[in-house]
């Protein structure tokens, strides 16, 4: 069916429809910041990983996460990470990793050592911290030898950590 074919009130309604989704569409709000649990850049990919500290706790004494950071689990949540050649898929095992966390509600932010740790044999990053109800941003450097430096980020919503209020 050729437009000139079409009945005019039909391409009249049609039109008044496509307008009207195209206000609705620039009404509509911004949409929120994603919770982002895998980032590619600088030749690297990494996984984050955020779980209550009170987890490791429960573990028997031997139990390698039990044991991982010196055992010290100061904080309300473990913060994890683990690293991979984004061309190859090979895990890295050779990075100093540190984290920078900014909440959106509260002012500074915090620098967080992430310690090699292994778990069932393979090996991440991690460390332990406090996080509020807020939405995080997690800034993260891997520095490897003789490779620049990897910066990655991603954003966090500890709402989705079970804390205690």
């Keep these: 069916m050729r437009l000139d074919q079409v009945p005019r009130n039909c391409v009249r309604r049609r039109f008044i429809a496509a307008l009207a989704l ?3 569409t620039a009404c509509a709000p911004a949409p929120r910041h994603e919770t982002m649990f895998v980032q590619t850049t ?3 990919t990494a996984y984050l990983g955020v779980a209550p500290s009170a987890l490791i706790a429960t573990h028997a004494p031997s ?3 039990r044991r991982m950071h010196a055992g010290e689990g100061g904080g309300n949540a473990h913060v994890m990470i683990a690293l991979f050649d984004a061309n190859t898929g ?4 050779d990075a100093a990793v540190d984290a920078t966390l900014r909440g959106e509600r509260h002012r500074g ?3 967080l050592r992430l310690e ?6 393979a090996l991440a990053y ?3 911290t406090t996080l509020a109800r807020d939405r995080y941003h997690l800034s993260i ?7 620049p430096v990897a910066r990655l980020n991603f954003v966090y919503d500890a709402a989705a950590l079970p804390l205690p209020d």
Excluded: T
């Design 63 to 65: 139990h390698a996460e």
């Design 141 to 147: 450097e891997a520095r490897r030898p003789d490779q």
């Design 22 to 24: 195209m206000a609705l």
């Design 42 to 44: 600088d030749g690297v």
């Design 116 to 121: 090699p740790m292994h778990i069932e044999g």
């Design 126 to 128: 991690g460390g332990f």
């Design 109 to 111: 932010a915090r620098r």
């Design 90 to 93: 090979a895990r890295i095992e």
